[in-house]
Structure formats: C-alpha cells, structure tokens
C-alpha cells in the first residue's frame, strides 16, 4: 500500500490515458479498495479529496476531447463516491 501522497500521482498519471468511462471507474474503485484494505476512512478521504482538487483546477484546452471527458466523468465519480460515502455515515 503506498501512501496517499504517492499514489494520487500514480493514480493521476492512469486517468490521463484511460480510453472510457468504465476505465475510469475501474481505476479509481481499484485505488479507494487498496486503500481501504489497508488503511482507514480517514485516508480514503484525503485521496478522494487531492484526486477531486486535482480534477477541479484542469483546463480542457489541456487535453483532447477523449481525455477530457473521460476527467470530466472522474470528476463525477468523485462527486457521487463522496455523497454515497456522507450518506453511509
């Protein structure tokens, strides 16, 4: 398990090649489950939270029409994934 702030960039850097919306789900949940496994709530909070600022603060004029839907739909999982988690508690 590597620690949040190692594996947001790692994370980060999947994202920005992932070619669809299930691509994207798939390495996010895989991220939040490793985290889970071995840390606590708190961590998974502090992911989700450097993962959704990353996200906020990118220009679609940086990227090509696949890649920045395909942000823009991280950005959205992020979003729902946090008002599920609020809504557990």
Known sequence: MMKVEKLVPVVI???????????IEKI?????????????ADTVKLFVLQ???WLENLSPLDW????????RYAFIFL???SIVEVDKN
Not at 13 to 23: F, I
Not at 64 to 71: F, H, K, M, P, V
Request: some cysteine.
């Open 13 to 23: 850097e999947e994202l920005k090649v992932a070619q669809d919306n299930n691509h």
């Open 28 to 40: 996010i949940s895989a991220a939040i489950a490793d985290i889970e496994r071995n840390a606590n």
């Open 51 to 53: 993962l959704r600022t």
């Open 64 to 71: 090509d029409s696949t890649q920045w839907g395909c942000l």
């Open 79 to 81: 979003q729902n994934y």
